[in-house]
């Protein structure tokens, strides 16, 4: 397909990739829904719905730069909550950089410098209950409410860059919950497309029995305001026509299947995939030779 291109690079991170977060208890907790699932399927899938929106870690930087240094640091009110946020550069036109889960929002940081040579204005944020903002709890509605109130706070927005979780939940919050908001271009990194896919790995992960992995599918329904079938990306992407795409995706990515990318590209007719290989979930955000591919999406007219 000529709307898919392999990004060539020969550039090397010795870096191990970060592994995905699971609790220390998981064996333990699939043990309970074992038990409890089938006697009090309801019950369970309050809990698990609990568990899928609570953040079992929040990421820290071990070391400081002069990117997280020259930050200018303010907060963003939503929903009772306080969210930390932070801005470089004084471009009339922003660029907002959105985080996915248990990241914070200085993680995409590397996209920070090709963007202001480029005069952009560049916004980063730490979602609920990430980083440094408040709160303990969130999901796919709330989470993208909280991109909604920085969007606004900021008086309208240029772009988007966001990574995986922070896909999603910016594209949810375009397509579903925002009023005359629009957004030139997006630049979604490993992002997961499918909500049903994103239950079933949940299901399980948790080791849900069935009757409870209805009932955590119908809650998640109804956080979401209709179907997880809907809710797919496929379905929301051709919605945004005014709106240019470039996904990004790694084929090593062992978190977010490469294919998630791929079946959104052959259904979003104003859509181009990046593909890396060799970087994984989280390092090709790193590689400098992607970094200028999205500087170059961003200075194309």
């Given at each position: 397909?000529?709307?898919?291109?392999?990004?060539?690079?020969?550039?090397?991170?010795?870096?191990?990739?970060?592994?995905?977060?699971?609790?220390?208890?998981?064996?333990?907790?699939?043990?309970?829904?074992?038990?409890?699932?089938?006697?009090?399927?309801?019950?369970?899938?309050?809990?698990?719905?609990?568990?899928?929106?609570?953040?079992?870690?929040?990421?820290?930087?071990?070391?400081?730069?002069?990117?997280?240094?020259?930050?200018?640091?303010?907060?963003?009110?939503?929903?009772?909550?306080?969210?930390?946020?932070?801005?470089?550069?004084?471009?009339?036109?922003?660029?907002?950089?959105?985080?996915?889960?248990?990241?914070?929002?200085?993680?995409?940081?590397?996209?920070?410098?090709?963007?202001?040579?480029?005069?952009?204005?560049?916004?980063?944020?730490?979602?609920?209950?990430?980083?440094?903002?408040?709160?303990?709890?969130?999901?796919?509605?709330?989470?993208?409410g909280a991109i909604?109130?920085?969007?606004?706070?900021?008086?309208?927005?240029?772009?988007?860059?966001?990574?995986?979780?922070?896909?999603?939940?910016?594209?949810?919050?375009?397509?579903?919950?925002?009023?005359?908001?629009?957004?030139?271009?997006?630049?979604?990194?490993?992002?997961?497309?499918?909500?049903?896919?994103?239950?079933?790995?949940?299901?399980?992960?948790?080791?849900?029995?069935?009757?409870?992995?209805?009932?955590?599918?119908?809650?998640?329904?109804?956080?979401?305001?209709?179907?997880?079938?809907?809710?797919?990306?496929?379905?929301?992407?051709?919605?945004?026509?005014?709106?240019?795409f470039l996904l990004?995706?790694?084929?090593?990515?062992?978190?977010?299947?490469?294919?998630?990318?791929?079946?959104?590209?052959?259904?979003?007719?104003?859509?181009?995939?990046?593909?890396?290989?060799?970087?994984?979930?989280?390092?090709?955000?790193?590689?400098?030779?992607?970094?200028?591919?999205?500087?170059?999406?961003?200075?194309?007219?």
């Amino acid at each position: 397909m000529n709307n898919i291109e392999l990004l060539p690079s020969g550039w090397k991170d010795p870096s191990p990739e970060r592994p995905a977060s699971f609790p220390q208890v998981l064996s333990f907790i699939q043990v309970g829904f074992r038990v409890l699932g089938p006697v009090a399927p309801r019950l369970a899938s309050r809990l698990a719905l609990r568990l899928f929106s609570t953040p079992h870690t929040r990421a820290r930087h071990a070391v400081s730069d002069e990117w997280l240094e020259s930050a200018r640091l303010f907060e963003i009110p939503y929903d009772g909550l306080k969210l930390k946020g932070y801005e470089w550069g004084t471009g009339s036109r922003t660029v907002l950089l959105v985080h996915g889960w248990e990241s914070r929002g200085t993680a995409l940081r590397t996209f920070v410098p090709g963007l202001l040579e480029q005069g952009f204005r560049v916004v980063a944020f730490d979602g609920p209950a990430h980083g440094d903002s408040e709160g303990k709890h969130t999901n796919l509605r709330h989470f993208g409410g909280a991109i909604l109130a920085v969007i606004r706070q900021l008086g309208g927005i240029y772009g988007i860059i966001a990574h995986s979780f922070g896909g999603a939940s910016s594209l949810y919050a375009l397509t579903q919950l925002s009023s005359g908001i629009s957004v030139e271009k997006m630049v979604l990194i490993a992002m997961p497309a499918s909500m049903v896919r994103i239950w079933k790995e949940a299901v399980h992960t948790l080791g849900l029995p069935a009757r409870a992995a209805n009932q955590f599918k119908l809650r998640m329904e109804q956080i979401g305001g209709q179907s997880l079938e809907e809710m797919d990306a496929a379905h929301s992407g051709p919605s945004l026509s005014h709106c240019r795409f470039l996904l990004v995706h790694d084929k090593q990515d062992t978190q977010v299947a490469v294919d998630n990318s791929i079946s959104l590209v052959e259904k979003w007719p104003h859509a181009h995939l990046v593909l890396t290989d060799g970087y994984g979930h989280f390092r090709l955000m790193k590689n400098p030779d992607l970094l200028n591919r999205v500087s170059r999406f961003f200075s194309d007219h």
